[in-house]
């Protein structure tokens, strides 16, 4: 009863100070002078009309690569925490109803195809590597819940992950070769503005990056799924 | 004044969601709400100007934690019995 | 401030959200409701850093008919905020999964969700 009052004192200071602080707080009337540098000069410097994606690829690309990182590092302990020794299932599984696996063939194409769309577009429109990525794992989910035995390998995606990582770091070190620097989008022409095969080497990167993520999500919806074939 | 008056309604759902999701008795009904929490904040991402923040929110916030939080859900239900 | 705009309610809404979710993280019991308010924590903080972005009657950073390339820097919000929440989700769901797999690790080793059961791993 205690620890409850003094959560809630603590709790009502927090909110007096942020009660405070949203007072204070003047909303801005232009921007600051780095964003007004991206804005002024992304479209003629990276050539992507959207401005986000010029920001995370290009200008930002370390923090990309190091978030792509983090998310390999947090799959992989999430296969080292759910590993069992057998693979082998103790007992029968239900088997899901016609409808969903009507749904299933006619579905998992078309979102695979809005998954790879999204990424292919993320320098032109809303979206990239990391929605598109989602999409592709939400696919996978499907797949898992109309079969929960579909013979997926883990190899295939090990070795999907593993190639589209290496390659992003090529594109990189190529940046570093070729042109201004580390991930550097000039090593391919810039284009016609607003065109699908423009901005460089971003819809590359990005479609990588989209690769990766889409199969590091997909490792840890196949591990879990693992988990629930094994022990009961 | 329409943006007001929805993210006016935007927030009292959000917050009444998230009371539930911490009150609830059932887990799957916490879950659900979270879920629901995280698609409300990405309509209010959509009405603060940031269409890719929305779309990453509504892809991977919204699906992809509630049908992780379900797996293993599942799995500790399984083994309870 | 003014806090009938879309951004005031945003920024009350991102730190009432902030409360709640540090309330559930001191007070619950059960593991799994813990993680629910960490999700709820990391909501409202990407609500506040989006909203602290957001100019009154600006429209989203991409280049097209309507924000040409010559006005874009007195029409669009500011996008290095929306490219750092972009980060921030996808790691949180990340850290959410790996949070995940060690309840149901703890799970099996004592059979429980409590917490007040782990009391070894108390110093």
Redesign the interface.
């Known amino acids: 009863m205690y620890k409850k009052l003094f959560v809630l004192l603590l709790l009502a200071v927090l909110g007096w100070s942020f009660f405070t602080l949203l007072q204070t707080h003047q909303e801005r009337q232009s921007l600051n002078p780095l964003s007004k540098h991206y804005v002024e000069k992304g479209p003629d410097e990276v050539g992507a009309p959207?401005l986000?994606?010029a920001i995370v690829v290009t200008y930002r690309g370390f923090d990309t690569l190091g978030e792509v990182t983090i998310l390999f590092v947090s799959a992989a302990i999430v296969g080292l925490f759910l590993k069992t020794e057998n693979r082998r299932r103790k007992y029968k599984i239900r088997s899901t109803s016609e409808i969903l696996h009507a749904a299933q063939r006619l579905l998992f194409p078309v979102m695979i195809l809005f998954g790879i769309y999204?990424f292919m577009n993320g320098h032109l429109t809303?979206?990239?590597g990391?929605?598109g990525g989602?999409?592709i794992?939400?696919a996978m989910?499907l797949v898992l819940l109309t079969n929960p035995e579909s013979p997926i390998s883990h190899r295939a995606f090990n070795l999907l992950e593993s190639v589209s990582g290496f390659s992003y770091i090529i594109i990189g070190v190529l940046g570093v070769l070729l042109a201004g620097g580390f991930l550097d989008n000039h090593i391919l022409p810039l284009g016609k503005f607003g065109n699908l095969f423009s901005a460089g080497a971003i819809p590359l990167i990005y479609s990588f990056v989209g690769l990766k993520v889409g199969s590091e999500?997909s490792s840890?919806?196949l591990n879990?799924?693992d988990?629930?074939k094994d022990?009961? | 004044m329409i943006?007001?008056i929805v993210?006016?309604v935007?927030?009292v759902v959000?917050?009444a969601v998230?009371?539930v999701?911490?009150h609830t008795k059932k887990?799957q009904a916490?879950?659900l709400a979270?879920g629901v929490?995280?698609l409300m904040?990405s309509i209010?991402?959509l009405?603060?100007?940031?269409?890719?923040?929305?779309?990453?929110?509504a892809?991977?916030?919204s699906?992809?934690?509630t049908?992780?939080?379900f797996?293993?859900?599942?799995?500790?239900k399984?083994?309870?019995v | 401030m003014n806090f009938?705009?879309?951004?005031g309610?945003?920024l009350?809404?991102g730190f009432?959200?902030i409360l709640?979710?540090l309330?559930?993280i001191l007070t619950?019991r059960?593991l799994?409701?813990i993680?629910?308010?960490f999700?709820?924590f990391n909501?409202g903080v990407?609500?506040i850093i989006?909203?602290l972005?957001?100019m009154k009657g600006?429209?989203?950073?991409?280049i097209d008919q309507v924000v040409t390339r010559t006005d874009a820097v007195d029409k669009?919000?500011d996008p290095i905020p929306?490219a750092l929440?972009?980060t921030a989700?996808?790691i949180?769901?990340g850290v959410?999964?790996v949070m995940?797999?060690y309840?149901?690790r703890m799970?099996?080793a004592k059979?429980s969700?409590e917490i007040n059961v782990f009391t070894e791993s108390k110093w």
């Open positions: 959207n986000v994606t999204i809303p979206g990239g990391f929605q989602a999409v794992a939400t989910i999500l840890i919806i879990l799924n988990v629930q022990d009961k | 943006l007001i993210s006016m935007l927030g959000m917050i998230s009371l999701a911490l887990l916490a879950i979270a929490l995280s904040t209010l991402f009405l603060l100007a940031a269409p890719d923040v929305a779309l990453t929110e892809a991977i916030g699906a992809l934690t049908a992780i939080f797996y293993v859900l599942n799995k500790i399984n083994t309870h | 009938f705009s879309v951004q309610i945003s009350t809404i009432i959200l709640i979710g309330w559930g619950q059960n799994i409701r993680i629910i308010g999700t709820i909501n990407n609500l989006v909203a972005a957001y600006r429209t989203a950073p991409i669009v919000a929306q929440v972009l989700i996808v949180g769901v959410t999964a995940l797999s309840t149901l799970y099996r059979h969700l």
